[in-house]
């Protein structure tokens, strides 16, 4: 029989809906019922796509011995991490406070007034060498709570100190200045794998937030070997096994060192964040490796990870009938029976397919050898080559996709959505794809239209009901806000509709109303409406995602250029200055901020455009400004509509001069003469 997570709308706990636990979902609910019952919490988090969350699931939440254990003796609680990101980080940030490390599944073990005691991460069925079994845990933990009451909660409030005092903002005097920047290249350099790309050791994560920093540092000095780090870094991701080699986009992050063994789950962030970061070093080498991760992964997501009202879906699974990695992996036979002979034979030598395999008697899809040696040393024509594999390509993404595929999560998460969005909005300007900044548009209308409640309050998710509308709920976090104002910016700038800057500006006020301290000048992740938890969750360091913070500083930065609002600005470099002591102690844990700094401290230029959007001389201008890496320059234009002039002083008195197309490059909203052919303007610009 269900339990209470059957009316939940989280794919994860809809998982775990016929588990034979007595799961209650997050909320009021669940801590009365412990308090009354006078039992700890068990809590337990996890998100859809996470592999030994499924392990743990199955191993020990179907097993009806272990879940009486668990129902006489503890009040159950799941939690999707992606739903209630503000949960999960509190109970991690106790679990890592008691044991040194964390990760998913988190298992942590509180009282009824929502205080941790005891806390891990997977735990095995029975006792295994080294670790203790989930039974063995259950009944030491019952036995303590019944037995040693008063100790347990004076160790609990020992991790709660420790949890305010990381969340507990600090004044700091210092002042944000270049030095930072050039500080964080040293230490990012000493923790470069320089042989296969990426940071040193295993596993790897892509980390696209410190080589976003890295190509702001190129962009700044020309420095070569910065510009080499990068770009070794996203040809071999392309080339490994992390890159879907059939079907696009990219996995979590790779178990080795090479890039060769994903973790096979595919977050929507990721792939959000990657598309951005190839799509800026395309920009500055013009590499048509980038612009192919770029158009394929894309593609990957418009296939299989968008719904019809234009939402995101959040990840995909690792496994597949119950395996990791089945749906991806090929053996020798598998490719002879889908291809024929000729086909078959330059398959396995491209993607480096043997009849042992790479991976558990089969083959992970990878590049043994870059796409350009593989051509010389074939002595192949390129275009015949690249016509070549561009087909067998698809006989195999067909072929695959008749297989079973991993299970989607088909929530709507606006940050993530946001950080998509900006992905699509971007690489449709820069690479003239109309159809990529539709599916923008569309994005945007969906989490402006139906992400609200009654009060105009952003929401955090949504899940469709049917193929056009669906269910929002949860108040929006700090990113949600952040992500979704710097997005609309961007497809501000693909599209010179400037009601898209009016919808970030009344995001941007909401935000600073209900996420801002004013005493400590800084942002919180919550809202003051938001559940009153141990503490109010401020989480400053870059993780998977960018932190919440830095993106409001970021998109503060560029909206008050924008709109001429010093405030936003004032307020994003008040916010920045607290984590000085970060970008100069652990630069690679704040690159998301550094790359704000980047922004307030350099020369940028705003370029206006005025002219019919269809005009040759206005196409050839907008393809010259995002021809190359340009990330302080902001874009803005407007047709000649009156109206629009006085809306910001970035547009004010902006007219076209004798009837033509005309540009104006401005720094600080001082404007140098206007011009009115492209050679002019790529004199002005450099």
């Known amino acids: 029989m269900p339990n209470r997570l059957a009316n939940e709308a989280s794919p994860y706990l809809l998982q775990h809906k016929d588990n034979p636990v007595d799961w209650y979902p997050w909320g009021e609910d669940a801590l009365a019922a412990a308090k009354l019952l006078d039992k700890p919490i068990l809590l337990s988090i996890g998100y859809s796509a996470c592999h030994w969350c499924h392990v743990m699931a199955h191993e020990s939440f179907e097993n ?3 879940a009486a254990v668990m129902n006489a003796g503890f009040v ?3 939690v999707d991490r992606e739903e209630l990101p503000d949960v999960d980080s509190i109970y991690m940030t106790a679990v890592q406070a008691m044991t040194g490390s964390g990760g998913w599944p988190l298992t942590v073990f509180i009282s009824p007034d929502g205080q941790p005691f005891f806390g891990g991460t997977y735990f095995p069925p029975e006792d295994r060498p080294n670790m203790a079994g989930f039974p063995r845990v259950l009944a030491a933990i019952s036995d303590a709570y ?5 100790e347990i909660i004076a160790n609990s409030q020992q991790i709660v100190a420790t949890i305010r005092e990381q969340s ?6 210092g002042t944000i200045d270049d030095s930072l920047i ?5 230490h990012l350099v000493g923790l470069a794998d320089l042989e296969h790309g990426g940071s040193k050791g295993a596993p790897k994560f892509p980390q696209p937030m410190v080589y976003e920093l890295l190509l702001r540092y190129w962009k700044r000095t020309g420095s070569s070997q910065v510009l080499d780090m990068v770009t070794l870094t996203l040809e071999k991701m392309a080339q490994g096994g992390i890159y879907d080699q059939i079907g696009g986009g990219f996995a979590r992050y790779s178990v080795d060192d090479r890039w060769l063994v994903p973790h096979f789950e595919k977050m929507l962030y990721d792939n959000a964040q990657l598309v951005s970061l190839y799509l800026h070093a395309y920009q500055a080498t013009k590499t048509p490796l980038f612009i192919r991760i770029v158009e394929e992964t894309l593609e990957y997501v418009t296939r299989e990870m968008t719904h019809p009202t234009g939402g995101f879906f959040s990840a995909s699974d690792a496994d597949s009938e119950g395996v990791e990695g089945k749906y991806f992996v090929w053996t020798s036979g598998e490719i002879d029976t889908v291809l024929d002979e000729s086909d078959a034979e330059l398959a396995k030598a491209y993607w480096g397919v043997t009849e042992g395999g790479n991976f558990e008697d089969s083959n992970i899809l990878y590049l043994p050898i870059s796409r350009l040696e593989f051509i010389s040393r074939t002595m192949r024509e390129s275009s015949e080559l ?5 087909r067998i390509r698809g006989l195999l993404l067909e072929a695959r ?4 595929a991993p299970d989607i999560d088909d929530k709507i998460l606006v940050s993530w959505n946001s950080m998509m969005l900006k992905a699509f909005a971007e690489a449709g300007a820069v690479l003239e794809n109309s159809e990529w900044i539709a599916a923008a548009e569309k994005n945007a209308r969906l989490l402006l239209d139906q992400l609200k409640d009654s009060q105009g309050r952003l929401l955090h998710t949504w899940k469709a009901t049917n193929e056009s509308e669906g269910d929002a709920r949860i108040l929006g976090y700090l990113d949600d806000h952040s992500c979704l104002i710097d997005a609309l910016l961007t497809l501000y700038e693909a599209t010179f509709d400037y009601s898209y800057i009016d919808e970030a500006q009344s995001l941007a006020d909401q935000m600073i109303n209900r996420f801002w301290d004013q005493d400590w000048e800084v942002f919180y992740d919550t809202s003051l409406e938001h559940s009153k938890l141990l503490v109010r969750p401020r989480d400053v360091l870059d993780n998977a995602l960018p932190s919440g913070g830095a993106i409001a500083a970021m998109a503060l930065l560029r909206l008050s250029i924008f709109t001429g609002d010093i405030d936003y600005a004032s307020k994003a470099e008040a916010s920045m200055k607290a984590l000085i002591p970060y970008m100069e102690q652990s630069p690679s844990s704040v690159t998301s901020w550094l790359a704000a700094v980047d922004f307030l401290r350099s020369n940028s230029q705003q370029v206006v455009l005025i002219g019919d959007d269809a005009d040759p001389v206005v196409i050839a201008m907008k393809r010259e400004l995002r021809s190359s890496f340009a990330p302080n320059t902001v874009l803005a234009g407007i047709s000649s509509v009156p109206d629009l002039t006085n809306r910001s002083p970035l547009l004010e008195g902006k007219v076209q ?3 033509k197309a005309t540009a104006y490059v401005c720094a600080n909203y001082v404007c140098k003469l206007p011009v009115s052919s492209v050679a002019e303007l790529v004199e002005q610009l450099s």
């Open 657 to 659: 001069v004798n009837g």
């Open 76 to 78: 159950n609680i799941k």
């Open 146 to 150: 019944a037995n040693r009451r008063e």
């Open 182 to 186: 050039f500080g964080s290249f040293t």
């Open 64 to 66: 009806e011995s272990i």
């Open 386 to 390: 690249v016509g070549d594999i561009t």
């Open 168 to 173: 507990t903002p600090k004044k700091i005097d």
């Open 401 to 404: 996709s008749q297989r079973i």
